[in-house]
C-alpha cells in the first residue's frame, strides 16, 4: 500500500497520462509531453484508439477546457477566475501534469508572499562564505519552470500585494528574468507558461492591475450547470476520496448525494427547486467542493461510527456545519429552511429529525 497521503496528478495518473502519450501521433506544442488534443482527453475524458478508458476529471463544458489548453500554446498565461470551490486549484495541477509531467512547480499566494518568493532568494550559509554564485542562488518554482521549459503554478494570485504580483509583468512578458547580483539572466526555455488562480469572493484581495491582466486569457469556471451534472461531480469524487482513504464503507447512495445537492443549490439560488418558495441566503459560498466534503464527512462517520451506510443522521452535522457559518444570520437562514422545506417533504422526515437533534 502507499504510504504518500496525496500524491500529485502525475503520480495518481500516471498510467492515463502513458497510455495517452503513448497513442498520441498529433502535433506537440515545443517541449509538451503530449499534443493539446491529448491534454483534453486527459483532463475531459475519453476512449483511446486501443480501447484505453481515460476517467474525466473535469466535469463541464469541453470547449471551456480547450481554450485553456489553447492558451497555454501562446506568449499569453492562463489565469482560473471563479467563486470558490469550482475546481480552479484541480483544473491547474492536471494542466500542468497533462503538459509537461509536473504538477509541483507551485507558489502559493498569500499576503505574505514577497518578490524572493517569484523571483530567487539565497542561500546565506553560502553567500556569506563564498559570495554570490549559482550554488548560493535558491530558485523559485517560477525560476525553474522557465529554465526547464515547464507549467509553472500560481495558487490565489490576487491574494498577492500588488506590488509584488508586478513582478509577474516583466517575467511573463519578456520571458526572462534577470540576476543582477551574478550579471546573467534566466531566460525561458520553450514550453515554459503559468497558470493562475484567483478567487471572486476573497475579501480583501488585491486586484490584478490591468498591465498584469494583458498578460494573462481569463478563463472563467462556472458552478455546475445543472443539478444532475452536480451530482455526478459530487459522487464521483467522493468514490474516488473513499478509496484513497480506504474508508471501509459502501458509497454513499444516490438519493443522498441528490439531497445534499439538492438543498445546497435552492439555497445558493434563493429559492426551492420549483421556484414557489423564496429563501433567504447564507452568507457561505456553498460550492461543490463543500457538498463533497459534507457527504465525504458522512461516509467517514458511517463507516467508523455506523454500520457502513451513510444515513441523514451521518450528514446532518457537516450539512449544518457547512451552512451556518455566521452563528446569528445564517442560523436563522437555515431554521427557516429546516422548517419550511425539509419539513415539507414527505421524503425528507429523516432528515428533518436528524436536523432537529442538534438544535
Ligand atoms: N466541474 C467539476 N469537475 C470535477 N471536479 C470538480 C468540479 N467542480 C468542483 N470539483 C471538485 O471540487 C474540489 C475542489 O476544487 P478546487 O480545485 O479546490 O476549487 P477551487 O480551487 O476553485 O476553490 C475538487 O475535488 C474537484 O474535484
Ligand atoms: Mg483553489
Known sequence: MNQILRQHA??????ELDALKQSDNRQRPPNWAMSPWAVATYLLGGRLDNGFEVSPKYIGSRRL?????????????????GVPGTAKSWVSEHLAAAVCGDSTLLIQGTAGTSEEQLRYGWNYAELLSK?????ALVQSPLMRAMEQG??????ELTRIPADV??????????????????????QAVRGFNAIATANNRDKGINELSSALKRRF??????????ADEEVAIVSKRVAELGRALDLPAEPPALKEVQRVVRIFRELRNGQTEDGKTKLKAPSATLSTAEAISV???GVALAAHFGDGVMRAGDIASSLIGAIVKDPVQDALV????????IKERGDWKDLYRACRDHD
Do not use: C
Open 165 to 186: 504580483q508586478d513582478t509577474l509583468i516583466t517575467l511573463l512578458s519578456e520571458k526572462s528574468l534577470p540576476v543582477p547580483e551574478l550579471g546573467t539572466e534566466i
Open 150 to 155: 515547464k507549467i509553472a503554478r500560481v495558487e
Open 10 to 15: 502525475e503520480q495518481s495518473f500516471a498510467e
Open 131 to 135: 559570495g554570490p554564485s549559482t550554488q
Open 65 to 81: 477546457i480547450e481554450t485553456a489548453i489553447a492558451t497555454l500554446t501562446t506568449d499569453r498565461a492562463l489565469l482560473l477566475f
Open 295 to 297: 457527504i465525504n464527512n
Open 334 to 341: 437555515w431554521r427557516e429552511y429546516q422548517e419550511t422545506v
Open 217 to 226: 486569457n481569463t478563463v472563467v469556471l462556472p458552478l455546475p450547470s445543472s
